[in-house]
Nanobody, 115 residues
Framework: QVQLVESGGGLVQPGGSLRLSCVAN???????MAWHRQAPGKQREAVAI???????NYADSVKGRFTISRDNDKNTMYLQMNSLKPEDTAVYYC??????????WGQGTQVTVSS
């Protein structure tokens, strides 16, 4: 059973930075990995995605502030978040899709941006 475990969330002031990590307990090579987030009362939305070629894509709301990356040797994906805003407050979820189309989700990590 593949498990994804997120870490790195917390409370940060506006303008601050956080780095989220997502570790997979398996050596499976995922076709794509992504970060999603869900704010209270809102639908879950995709924030950033990275595919096996290394290509990335970002939601307009985070372009220029967030950077997604992955280390296949460590089965880990990261999300570097800079210039954080209160509207970035949400639970952030790790998502991974295998070559066969199996989809996995982590349990989420809370990010709160507040002064």
């Amino acid at each position: 059973q593949v498990q994804l475990v997120e870490s790195g969330g917390g409370l940060v002031q506006p303008g601050g930075s956080l780095r989220l990590s997502c570790v997979a307990n398996s050596g499976i090579i995922f076709n794509s990995m992504a970060w999603h987030r869900q704010a209270p009362g809102k639908q879950r939305e995709a924030v950033a995605i990275i595919i096996s070629t290394g290509n990335t894509n970002y939601a307009d709301s985070v372009k220029g502030r967030f950077t997604i990356s992955r280390d296949n040797d460590k089965n880990t994906m990261y999300l570097q978040m800079n210039s954080l805003k209160p509207e970035d407050t949400a639970v952030y979820y790790c998502n991974a899709v295998t070559l066969r189309g199996s989809v996995y989700w982590g349990q989420g990590t809370q990010v709160t941006v507040s002064s």
